[in-house]
């Protein structure tokens, strides 16, 4: 059997990059043309590693269902008392799903999923399945943060093979893996971490949560590019992925679904790291605008969207003198090529010379903003700086701007009124191409309706 199985290896170079396959190694890829990215696999025939599987059966065999009679009942959804975390779920974990949890070392994925295993020990059996620490230390983190462990076994072993077998004797409803990466199978030659071990690993996975309705977390490293670390394919063949992200030195941590079979995607959920373990922010806009006095000078308050729910962030901006002539544009939270268009549109419409300054925005919180309706805000910012005017803090702006100057049409503009009313705004600024959608509604907010940037420098010109 042994050379049964050697026979039917081959050896092939595959890009962990885009995944391209070669006979040989290549120092470039000839697909994605990324550098360095070949490393060897050693794939198996399907006769060899499925022996006991499906080959030598009949095609009748094949499980055939009448649309009609199947019942497309949603499956039971596990919850937690982190409503948040819940929510970016679709809510809550479904019976059978794959979640792929992934975020740069340190962050805090360990701990969270910890947290959560105690949550959903309350369905039933729940394990925790860790390569990377001894079931000491996880406790020693339990214990920290609280974990009782009612229903929680921990389990120290990477061979995906044995843990394959110990699931489907136990069937556990719910199953953490810390990590992917550390996961192997004695009969692959590669070591653990390679993208054919990760992805074999996955399959097995997968094939549980389908057979059994165990769930499961896998939570998956990153690489200093930010991509999940293996083979492209780990993100499709899971059901849900989810990217904990956050910068050095901060505590907050914020949680984002970038894939999501059984919920809406980009979704965004904010943690604060504490003590006793992961806190979820409810109120996450009144947690990204502390700390602001009453008028500002260079700063204006956006709503943006972030999956189906609107934050309120705010956006800040600097001018100074170019040293040595040579104007810089410093950007954090923001598309940089945006902020250039930007500029250039109002450096045009009213010759602010800003091609002999600096520039900085920000965006404090460390959240990204991809959002258009951001734009006025930005622009508003820059010419409170720029004519030295001091912004309330109770005023708002939304509005993409189009490169004549002009401020376009934004999506889902009552959901954006509603969060800046209940946080106390009094005013805001809106695109006149969205009057008739918002005219019959009724809000405390006084809006100001704009058509250009014309507009807008009017207006501050008559209130002085
Ligand atoms: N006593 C403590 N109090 C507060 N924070 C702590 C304490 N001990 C550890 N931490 C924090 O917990 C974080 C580690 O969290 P965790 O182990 O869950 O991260 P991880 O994403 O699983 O990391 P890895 O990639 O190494 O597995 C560290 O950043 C550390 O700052
Ligand atoms: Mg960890």
């Given at each position: 059997m042994g050379r049964d199985i050697v026979e039917k290896r081959k050896n092939v170079y595959v890009c962990a990059n885009c995944g391209y396959q070669s006979i040989k190694w290549l120092?470039?890829?000839?697909?994605?043309?990324?550098?360095?990215?070949f490393e060897e696999e050693i794939t198996i025939s399907p006769s060899s590693s499925n022996k006991n599987n499906s080959s030598n059966k009949s095609n009748t065999d094949i499980q055939v269902y009448d649309y009609n009679k199947i019942s497309g009942d949603e499956k039971e959804r596990y919850t937690t008392s982190m409503s948040e975390f819940d929510r970016l779920l679709g809510g809550g974990l479904l019976k059978g799903e794959v979640v792929l949890f992934t975020g740069n070392p340190g962050i805090g994925k360990s701990t969270l999923l910890l947290q959560a295993a105690e949550e959903y020990s309350k369905y039933g059996e729940v394990i925790y399945i860790s390569g990377e620490e001894s079931p000491a230390q996880i406790k020693n983190r339990g214990n920290r943060i609280g974990i009782t462990g009612k229903n929680l076994s921990l389990i120290n072993e990477t061979d995906i093979m044995k843990i394959y077998d110990y699931i489907i004797l136990k069937k556990p409803k719910i199953v953490i893996i810390d990590s992917i990466q550390t996961l192997y199978n004695v009969e692959l030659e590669s070591v653990a971490g390679t993208p054919t071990q990760i992805r074999e690993s996955t399959l097995k996975i997968t094939e549980l949560a389908k057979k059994y309705d165990t769930s499961f977390f896998i939570i998956g490293h990153i690489t200093k590019d930010g991509k999940v670390a293996g083979p492209k394919l780990l993100e499709h063949m899971v059901d849900a992925v989810f990217n904990f992200e956050g910068e050095d030195g901060f505590f907050y941590r914020i949680l984002r679904s970038t894939k999501n079979r059984f919920g809406s995607t980009n979704e965004i959920a904010v943690f604060s790291m504490e003590e006793n373990g992961m806190k979820e922010i409810k109120n996450s806009s009144e947690y990204f605008l502390n700390e602001r006095d009453e008028k500002n000078i260079g700063s204006m308050v956006v709503p943006v969207l972030e999956g189906t729910k609107v934050f309120l962030l705010e956006i800040q901006a600097l001018i100074t003198e170019a040293i040595n002539g040579i104007?810089?544009?410093?950007?954090?939270?923001?598309?940089?090529?945006?902020?250039?268009?930007?500029?250039?549109?109002?450096?045009?419409?009213?010759?602010?010379?800003?091609?002999?300054?600096?520039?900085?925005?920000?965006?404090?919180?460390?959240?990204?903003?991809?959002?258009?309706?951001?734009?006025?805000?930005?622009?508003?910012?820059?010419?409170?700086?720029?004519?030295?005017?001091?912004?309330?803090?109770?005023?708002a702006a939304i509005g993409e701007l189009g490169l004549r100057g002009e401020i376009r049409k934004v999506f889902f503009l009552d959901k954006r009124l509603k969060e800046l009313e209940k946080l106390g705004f009094s005013g805001v600024y809106v695109p006149e191409a969205n009057r008739k959608e918002i005219e019959k509604n009724r809000y405390k907010l006084k809006l100001i309706y704009l058509r250009n940037i014309e507009e807008f420098l009017e207006g501050i010109k008559k209130d002085g």
């Open positions: 120092g470039k890829c000839p697909e994605c043309n990324e550098w360095g990215t104007p810089r544009r410093v950007v954090s939270g923001f598309d940089r090529n945006r902020i250039q268009i930007l500029t250039a549109v109002v450096d045009k419409k009213i010759g602010m010379g800003l091609g002999m300054m600096d520039l900085f925005i920000n965006v404090p919180g460390g959240i990204n903003i991809n959002d258009p309706s951001a734009d006025l805000g930005v622009i508003i910012s820059i010419l409170s700086v720029f004519r030295g005017v001091a912004i309330s803090q109770k005023i």
